[in-house]
């Protein structure tokens, strides 16, 4: 079971940035989609950024596509979220993912059942 470890988060201003990170226990990191999820108070879990193992081809939320880049580093077995021009509704507790299997189809990510989750980090984005 892989061990995630979210960290980054903090209190911003609407306009403003943050970079938030992921370091991920399993051995063979380089092999696995990668990617981001958030979840707000009263509301489900939902979708963020996925990022392919090669690094390559990545995947956003329409909400979040043109102001967060997600990119990864193998050598360190850790994922990363830039986020630009932060908006109040990107208030939320931020979660990482690793996919349940090497080499899998990026597309299939956002629908994946994960067997476990990290503690997330919280984003809270003023008005």
């Known amino acids: 079971q892989v061990q995630l470890v979210e960290s980054g988060g903090g209190l911003v201003q609407a306009g403003g940035s943050l970079r938030l990170s992921c370091a991920a226990s399993?051995?063979?990191?380089?092999?696995?989609?990668v990617g981001w999820f958030r979840q707000a108070p009263g509301t489900a879990r939902e979708f963020v950024a996925a990022?392919?193992?090669?690094?390559?081809?990545?995947y956003y939320a329409d909400s979040v596509k043109g102001r967060f880049t997600i990119s990864r580093d193998n050598s360190k077995n850790t994922v990363y979220l830039q986020m630009n021009s932060l908006k109040p509704e990107d208030t939320a507790v931020y979660y990482c993912?690793?996919?349940?299997?090497?080499?899998?189809?990026?597309?299939?990510?956002?629908?994946?059942?994960?067997?476990?989750w990290g503690q997330g980090t919280q984003v809270t984005v003023s008005s």
């Open positions: 990022l392919d193992w090669s690094g390559a081809i990545a």
């Open positions: 399993t051995r063979t990191f380089s092999t696995y989609v």
């Open positions: 993912n690793v996919d349940v299997i090497p080499f899998g189809v990026i597309g299939l990510f956002r629908t994946r059942k994960f067997g476990s």
